[in-house]
Antibody, heavy 113, light 111 residues
Framework: QLVESGGDLVQTGGSLRLSCAASGFIFSGFRMGWVRQAPGKGPEWVAFINEDGSEIYYVESVRGRFTISRDNAHTSLSLQMNSLRAEDTAVYYC????????WGQGALVTVSS | VVMTQSPLSLPVTLGQPASISCGSS???????????LHWFHQRPGQSPRRLIY???NRDSGVPDRFSGSGSGTDFTLEISKVEAEDVGVYYCMQSAHWPYTFGQGTKLEIK
């Protein structure tokens, strides 16, 4: 099970931190990712992290603004989002594996001026 | 890698077959030789759910009326006999090359 939290309404230029609590599987054995879906659009990969956090990738549009991290001891995944823009408005999903075999229910992030 | 699905809208009569195509702008064969093409289904108001992984492997609990095929840059998701619960949007996704990318989605509706 994956449960996201931290979604909110934030002003343009602001910051937000999303968290994902994982349970029911061996968290440290899986790559994880954040995938977002803007209103009425298809999903978009945002960030990827490997099992021990030594390999991290970002989509170009968030590189330098977002930071993905994980805490294997507490089976949690995080996404720190800075310098938020209107185009970052989306439902953000925490997802298991780079083949996305399980998704959370999503956290809504709304960026508005 | 750009993923292109067709059709974007798919009206289907209950009990009839349906087919969705997904093309990639380059091969989705990973460096380990494995084809990294997957299919997802999203019902309105719900999170996406994976149906098929690595081209043709059905996920646990996915009815056998769903099947995936293809190779290289051309892939297909087929539903042998559409049921009411199959409505929603279907996406293909490649995980061979970062950034992993999704198709635009195909909206299946019942005629």
């Amino acid at each position: 099970q994956l449960v996201e939290s931290g979604g909110d309404l934030v002003q343009t230029g602001g910051s937000l931190r999303l968290s994902c609590a994982a349970s029911g599987f061996i968290f440290s054995g899986f790559r994880m990712g954040w995938v977002r879906q803007a209103p009425g659009k298809g999903p978009e990969w945002v960030a990827f992290i490997n099992e021990d956090g030594s390999e991290i990738y970002y989509v170009e549009s968030v590189r330098g603004r977002f930071t993905i991290s994980r805490d294997n001891a507490h089976t949690s995944l995080s996404l720190q989002m800075n310098s938020l823009r209107a185009e970052d408005t989306a439902v953000y999903y925490c997802a298991k594996g780079d083949w996305l075999d399980n998704w959370g229910q999503g956290a809504l992030v709304t960026v508005s001026s | 890698v750009v993923m292109t699905q067709s059709p974007l809208s798919l009206p289907v009569t209950l009990g009839q077959p349906a087919s969705i195509s997904c093309g990639s702008s380059q091969s989705v064969i990973h460096s380990d030789g494995d084809a990294r093409l997957h299919w997802f289904h999203q019902r309105p108001g719900q999170s996406p759910r994976r149906l098929i992984y690595r081209v043709s492997n059905r996920d646990s609990g996915v009815p056998d009326r769903f099947s995936g095929s293809g190779s290289g840059t051309d892939f297909t998701l087929e539903i042998s006999k559409v049921e009411a619960e199959d409505v929603g949007v279907y996406y293909c996704m490649q995980s061979a090359h970062w950034p992993y990318t999704f198709g635009q989605g195909t909206k299946l509706e019942i005629k």
